[in-house]
Nanobody, 121 residues
Framework: QVQLVESGGGLVQAGASLRLSCATS????????MGWFRQAPGKEREFVAA????????YYADSVKGRFTIFRDSARNTVYLRMNNLKPEDTAIYYC??????????????WGQGTQVTVSS
């Protein structure tokens, strides 16, 4: 029932920037903290970034801190992941997730379908 629709992935060169979007319903968006995960070939899914319901707190994996920014737009019921200075090791399928509640704890309630990000050297 919960829909999380990702977009914005693509093929870019190292050093480029990309913005991922995750659109959902007003009910889901207004009730949830939101997060991004990624999974590279042969690896486990890993946490990337998250933002609290009111956007007063954000969290980042060490590997992306300083390069990626998560933010949300209540007018569009959309959470974004701005990725700057992309590296080949950022290549992965990126998944959006929601967690009902004000705070992000990592207990994911729903997942999006994923969007592919490929960074060439």
């Amino acid at each position: 029932q919960v829909q999380l629709v990702e977009s914005g992935g693509g093929l870019v060169q190292a050093g480029a920037s990309l913005r991922l979007s995750c659109a959902t319903s007003v009910d889901t968006f207004s009730a949830s903290a939101m997060g991004w995960f990624r999974q590279a070939p042969g690896k486990e899914r890993e946490f990337v970034a998250a933002i609290s319901r009111s956007a007063d707190s954000t969290y980042y994996a060490d590997s992306v801190k300083g390069r990626f920014t998560i933010f949300r737009d209540s007018a569009r019921n959309t959470v974004y992941l701005r990725m700057n200075n992309l590296k080949p090791e950022d290549t992965a399928i990126y998944y959006c997730a929601n967690e009902y509640g004000a705070s992000w704890t990592g207990k994911v309630d729903s997942w999006g379908q994923g969007t592919q990000v490929t960074v060439s050297s």
